[in-house]
């Protein structure tokens, strides 16, 4: 199984920037696995945030972040990117990023789908 480690998370000030990364190791070859990012505040379930398709052909987001946060991934560092933009104190979450297999893009927005998690990373954004 692919194993998954965040970083980049922080205090941010609200229309502030912070550009999240996901490595993995392990498992089978990175470009096997569609990816995304989730987040979570305490007591709700995961949210769906972006996911990104094997070779970055097919993209999704929420509704929420369209237009302020971009997936990005780099197939040869076994890397994908989260980069946010104008964050506004609601995108305060921890952010975790998984790993999914057989499944296109527009049908990858429910955790449940996803084989592999990171530990998450903890985005703050002040108002």
């Known amino acids: 199984q692919v194993q998954l480690v965040e970083s980049g998370g922080g205090l941010v000030q609200a229309g502030g920037s912070l550009r999240l990364s996901c490595s993995a190791s392990?498992?089978?070859?990175?470009?096997?696995?569609?990816m995304g990012w989730f987040r979570q505040v305490p007591g709700k379930e995961r949210e769906f945030v972006a996911a990104?398709?094997?070779?970055?052909?097919?993209?999704e987001y929420a509704a929420s972040v369209q237009g302020r946060f971009t997936i990005s991934r780099v197939n040869a560092n076994n890397t994908v990117y989260l980069q946010m933009n104008s964050l506004k104190p609601e995108d305060t979450a921890v952010y975790s990023c998984?790993?999914?297999?057989?499944?296109?893009?527009?049908?990858?927005?429910?955790?449940?789908?996803?084989?592999?998690w990171g530990q998450g990373t903890q985005v703050t954004v002040s108002s």
């Open positions: 998984g790993a999914i297999i057989g499944r296109r893009v527009y049908d990858a927005r429910d955790a449940a789908d996803y084989t592999s």
């Open positions: 990104i398709s094997r070779s970055a052909s097919s993209i």
């Open positions: 392990g498992g089978r070859t990175f470009v096997s696995y569609a």
